[in-house]
């Protein structure tokens, strides 16, 4: 079974930058379909960006869209999740998430099987 952890995360002022690292293991990292979600304390988990299993295409969440940007190494097995211009209200833990099965609502958390932990990012004003 995949495992996915999540690095990265931390305190942040406005305006700053972070970049989230999600390393997979026990599984063909190409083989899968990857995304971010983000969840505060008190909301559902939303969907933050997602990527094709060859890199060729990536989504955003309209509230990320010019700030994030969201790649693959498929050679380190690694996703990552740069995050520019931050602000308070991208403060959430953030989760890296895993499909192998053809997917088609990458918006949906409940399309994915495979999750890890989560990695803090709190933004200051």
């Known amino acids: 079974q995949v495992h996915l952890v999540e690095s990265g995360g931390g305190l942040v002022q406005t305006g700053g930058s972070l970049r989230l690292s999600c390393a997979v293991s026990?599984?063909?990292?190409?083989?899968?379909?990857m995304s971010w979600f983000r969840q505060a304390p008190g909301n559902a988990r939303e969907f933050v960006a997602s990527?094709?299993?060859?890199?060729?295409?990536?989504y955003y969440a309209d509230s990320v869209k010019g700030r994030f940007t969201l790649s693959r190494d498929n050679a380190k097995d690694t996703l990552y999740l740069q995050m520019n211009s931050l602000k308070p209200e991208d403060t959430a833990v953030y989760y890296c998430?895993?499909?192998?099965?053809?997917?088609?609502?990458?918006?949906?958390?409940?399309?994915?099987?495979?999750w890890g932990r989560g990695t803090q990012v709190t933004v200051s004003s």
């Open positions: 990527i094709a299993r060859s890199g060729g295409s990536t």
């Open positions: 998430a895993a499909e192998e099965m053809p997917i088609v609502y990458y918006t949906d958390a409940k399309a994915y099987d495979y």
């Open positions: 026990r599984g063909t990292f190409g083989d899968y379909h």
